[in-house]
């Protein structure tokens, strides 16, 4: 039987961007101080929407599927209503294991950087690791690792990151002095954010030539890299179109080697 061509397309349904408001609402409802959330949903709708419609397209409803930093459980959820099984590990902070004890998600609290994922080898289909590299401060060895270990042979890990070689990345760098793409404030925020929650902004951000090396020097075969996103500047997401690597962000696909 031909197998089916992995569907990575960037137009959205409105079916997939109404299940993610539907379970944002649900996310908000259950949360003590809402406003934060509702406004990074907001800000990111569309990417974690992306991210829900490549799983549903592209991963069998029989897959195991690990979200590492799944907080605040967005796409989490929505696959969860889709009946997927999903489990998730997060950092281990009471905000995070009571938001999701609420919305009835397995979570396990676990140090990435530091600590074993507590699940035996070879135990998922897929992984989800989106938003997450760009935090990473300590030991990407060690995290890439341990994903690849819980990693079935053949399973996929999803990895997206922003592009610090997009429009908005270049403009930064050149003209503000910044080597940022999605962030502000510069070193001291970023680091600032480890000391009052207790992680990491972002360390720093990545060209995807950077990941892709480093996924395969760990471990990965790279599938694809997906540029992805858009900006509200009109002349910027012209220049987009015809130049996709200057979008604010991108996925790695990859495949453990066996």
């Not at 997939?16 to 949360?31: L, P, T």
């Not at 569309?46 to 069998?60: G, Q, S, T, V």
């Not at 690791?129 to 030991?139: A, G, S, T």
């Not at 908005?168 to 009052?196: D, P």
């Amino acid at each position: 039987m031909k197998k089916e061509e992995p569907k990575y397309g960037l137009t959205l349904s409105i079916e997939a961007v109404a299940m993610m408001e539907e379970e944002a609402g649900r996310i908000a409802a259950a949360m003590d101080v809402p406003g934060w959330v509702q406004n990074y949903f907001a800000s990111h709708k569309d990417r974690l929407a992306l991210d829900f419609e490549w799983c549903r397209r592209n991963i069998p409803r029989q897959a195991r599927i690990l979200e590492i930093g799944a907080y605040p459980f967005f796409v989490t959820r929505a696959l969860m209503s889709e009946g997927y099984d999903v489990q998730t590990v997060d950092h281990p902070a009471p905000q995070v294991t009571d938001l999701a004890r609420r919305l009835s998600v397995v979570s396990a609290g676990c140090d990435i950087e530091r600590e074993r994922l507590p699940f035996p080898d070879n135990s998922f289909d897929e992984v989800l690791f989106n938003e997450v590299f760009e935090h990473l401060r300590i030991d990407l060895l060690f995290t890439m690792d341990e994903l690849r270990r819980v990693l079935k042979p053949g399973g996929r890990l999803w990895l997206s990151t922003p592009n610090v070689r997009s429009a908005r990345g270049m403009v930064n760098f050149l003209f503000n002095k910044e080597v940022w793409s999605r962030v502000g404030g510069g070193v001291f925020a970023q680091w600032n954010h480890l000391r009052t929650q207790g992680w990491m902004g972002h360390l720093r951000e990545y060209t995807s030539k950077e990941v892709a090396d480093f996924l395969l020097a760990t471990g990965f075969s790279v599938d694809r890299v997906v540029y992805r996103g858009g900006w509200t500047n009109p002349a910027a997401n012209a220049l987009s179109s015809l130049l996709p690597d200057l979008r604010p962000y991108f996925s790695c696909i990859a495949t453990k080697i066996a």
